[in-house]
């Protein structure tokens, strides 16, 4: 049961890097578009942490927690990252919806 948790965890990695690249090529040429400074960098670094936290997954062992718990804070870190950016080039839809 533990490898399947630990094979979850490193293809969630993975989807969400993927997500978090999409997210930066459509909101570089939104940037360009808007005039926007060029936060699509924080995506880049987000992907950073979460593949760093990936590497870590993998290589721990079972039996050492400390290296899983540094793992996702580079998960967590890098989410955090790709969410900062994404509200600095798509908050304006957040305002919009509730403009109505």
């Known amino acids: 049961m533990s490898n399947f948790i630990g094979l979850f965890d490193f293809f969630s990695f993975l989807m969400f890097s993927s997500i978090l690249y999409i997210l930066s090529v459509i909101s570089k040429k939104l940037g360009e ?3 926007l400074k060029k936060y699509y960098y924080l995506y880049y670094i987000g ?3 979460i593949l760093f936290g990936s590497v ?3 290589l721990s ?3 050492l927690e400390r290296p899983k718990l540094f793992g996702y804070l580079c998960y ?3 989410l955090t990252l790709g969410f900062i950016a994404s509200l ?3 908050g304006w ?3 919009e919806l509730f403009r109505g």
């Open 33 to 35: 578009t808007m005039g």
């Open 47 to 49: 992907i950073f942490f």
């Open 56 to 58: 870590i997954m993998v």
């Open 61 to 63: 062992y079972d039996i």
């Open 76 to 78: 967590s870190i890098g």
């Open 88 to 90: 600095k080039y798509w």
């Open 93 to 95: 839809l957040i305002k």
